[in-house]
């Protein structure tokens, strides 16, 4: 009976020793490389320190268990985040930035919506690439709430004219609507009249084309006139007049 409980003694021994080597190591196994995809917004440095923050922050069971167990962090302009642990040394953090196609200002903040309209955010903090939008007539606005505004097709029509700048990456600054919803850009010094939303696509070529010309507009104080733009006739009424 004595030999019977020598030998289950010592594989119990044996088993919390490995255990508690194991529990050491994995308490004590810092993360070493962190990988970030899908941030326009924060560099890499930016999402470590805001995921993986204080001197606990690396420790790859600590990062684990936060990951799995506790609620993730609410970033401005991050829809979610994934953490992949490929490894206990190796992570990878895929963030999805919220949609953002414009803001308007107000009470002294910046109100950032979405494709459809909805504020996603509020901020101090202006975004760069993201053009500020004025001219629309709206009442209270409410965060994660539609922008209040009678005619809900803008929306469509202030996408479809971000997504062609975004396409021939021209740097606006702003875009203003009026009363008929007719827009002008504001390109550094330079405005641009658009008129209505019509062969769009064609203005905004014609205009990338216009400023990979001559660059130089861009800081005169001027008007490039482009709502007499049509398919038929491309070049009719386009002019620059300087103010």
Known sequence: ??????????????????????????????IQNITVTGSERYTAEEVEELLFPGSWGKNAAVAYLNYRLKPHRQIPFVEDYRIVFHSPLDVEVIIYEKSIVGYVSYMSSYMYFDRDGIIVESSGEKLEGVPWITGLDFGQIVLY???????R???????NLTQQLSLYE?????????????????????????GDNRDIDGKISTLNDILTDQPQLMDIEGVLELENYTESNSHAGITFRRK
């Open 153 to 159: 097709d803008i929306f469509q029509e202030i996408l």
């Open 1 to 30: 009976m004595r030999e019977f409980w020598r030998k289950h003694h010592g594989g119990i021994g044996i088993a919390l020793a490995v255990f508690l080597l194991g529990a050491i190591l994995f308490l004590t196994v810092r």
């Open 145 to 151: 709430k539609p922008l209040p505004v009678e005619d």
């Open 170 to 194: 021209i740097p606006v600054d702003r875009i203003s609507y009026d009363s008929q919803g007719q827009a002008t850009l504001y390109i550094r010094q330079m405005e641009v009249t658009l």
